[in-house]
């Protein structure tokens, strides 16, 4: 395993792990998307996998970054765990309003309950662009 920048963004192969701690904000949303870039260029995708058991606010200025990047979302797949269904809620309404707003997909986050099994989800991800 890798860090990069910060200790909280680490990078395995292909996956980049996030572990979301307290608030995130614009120039750590900026620090990820510089990560996942360059992920994408290196393996042809990117498999983020956020660890957000400790996850606080997200500033609109933070989601103002993220909204303002495009991956195609062939390329990127993520997994959350840790989140509450609250969180999970919230992410899945912004995602809706971003693909009403801009008529373009957003990004699917999943969300499960533990590392195991976000682990096990990118597992089968990967196992479905092999075979695809």
């Known amino acids: 395993m890798q860090n990069l920048g910060k200790d909280r963004i680490q990078l395995e192969e292909d996956i980049l792990i996030v572990r979301w701690i307290g608030e995130l904000r614009k120039e750590d949303m900026e620090e990820i998307f510089l990560h996942l870039y360059n992920v994408k260029r ?3 995708h990117v498999f983020v996998l956020v660890d957000a058991r ?9 989601r103002k ?3 303002s990047h495009s991956l195609p979302v062939d390329a990127i797949a993520a997994v959350m765990f840790g989140a509450s269904f609250a969180s999970t809620i919230v992410l899945n309404m912004a995602n809706a309003a971003y693909t009403l707003l801009s008529g373009k997909t957003a990004m699917t986050i999943h969300a499960v309950e533990t590392e195991e099994a976000a682990r096990a989800w990118i597992d089968a991800r990967r196992r479905e662009r092999r075979h695809a």
């Not at 400790?54 to 933070?62: E, F």
């Open 65 to 67: 970054v993220a909204s």
């Open 42 to 44: 290196t393996h042809g």
């Open 54 to 62: 400790k996850a606080g606010k997200l500033p609109a200025d933070a």
